[in-house]
């Protein structure tokens, strides 16, 4: 069994960071009556926030699924897959609400509302995107050497 390696973490976090902010900047710039490079700013911050944590993120999950299960992430079953997506989404928060507040220059409370708006945005993105990218880039299985 074998996890995916660092340069295939960096391929996949900047792929799925880059089709995010093609569709959240437009979406935020519509929804706040933003202009478009305010909104691709903040939602590129955002991502770079996200490319720092995705891959500790997604690694440390990984691990725990194959040593629990045997498993790889391209096997995962549904139910783990929105186990991932959910617990990468929440965590996130953490980092992208300081963020919202002071790029964004939002209030605590609008800023979180955001955050919980980006945050569903994000989960339903995750989903599609890692079944897209486990489809297109399986994790192939390494030969143990003895």
């Given at each position: 069994?074998?996890?995916?390696?660092?340069?295939?973490?960096?391929?996949?976090?900047?792929?799925?960071?880059l089709?995010?902010?093609?569709?959240?900047?437009?979406?935020?710039?519509?929804?706040?009556?933003?202009?478009?490079?305010?909104?691709?700013?903040?939602?590129?911050?955002?991502?770079?926030?996200?490319?720092?944590?995705?891959?500790?993120?997604?690694?440390?999950?990984?691990?725990?699924?194959?040593?629990?299960?045997?498993?790889v992430?391209?096997?995962?079953?549904?139910?783990?897959?929105?186990?991932?997506?959910?617990?990468?989404?929440?965590?996130?928060?953490?980092?992208?609400?300081?963020l919202?507040?002071?790029?964004?220059?939002?209030?605590?409370?609008?800023?979180?509302?955001?955050?919980?708006?980006?945050?569903?945005?994000?989960?339903?993105?995750?989903?599609?995107?890692?079944?897209?990218?486990?489809?297109?880039?399986?994790?192939?299985?390494?030969?143990?050497?003895?």
């Amino acid at each position: 069994m074998s996890l995916r390696s660092l340069p295939e973490r960096a391929i996949q976090t900047v792929t799925f960071e880059l089709g995010g902010i093609l569709f959240a900047a437009p979406l935020y710039a519509l929804v706040f009556s933003a202009p478009l490079d305010h909104s691709v700013a903040l939602i590129a911050a955002l991502a770079l926030a996200m490319m720092l944590w995705s891959p500790l993120h997604n690694t440390v999950f990984d691990t725990i699924e194959l040593r629990l299960t045997g498993r790889v992430a391209s096997d995962r079953p549904h139910a783990v897959r929105v186990l991932h997506a959910i617990s990468h989404e929440a965590t996130s928060m953490v980092i992208t609400l300081p963020l919202l507040i002071g790029l964004g220059a939002h209030p605590l409370p609008e800023a979180f509302l955001i955050d919980i708006g980006l945050t569903a945005f994000s989960v339903v993105y995750a989903y599609i995107f890692n079944v897209l990218y486990d489809r297109l880039r399986p994790v192939r299985p390494r030969r143990l050497e003895d």
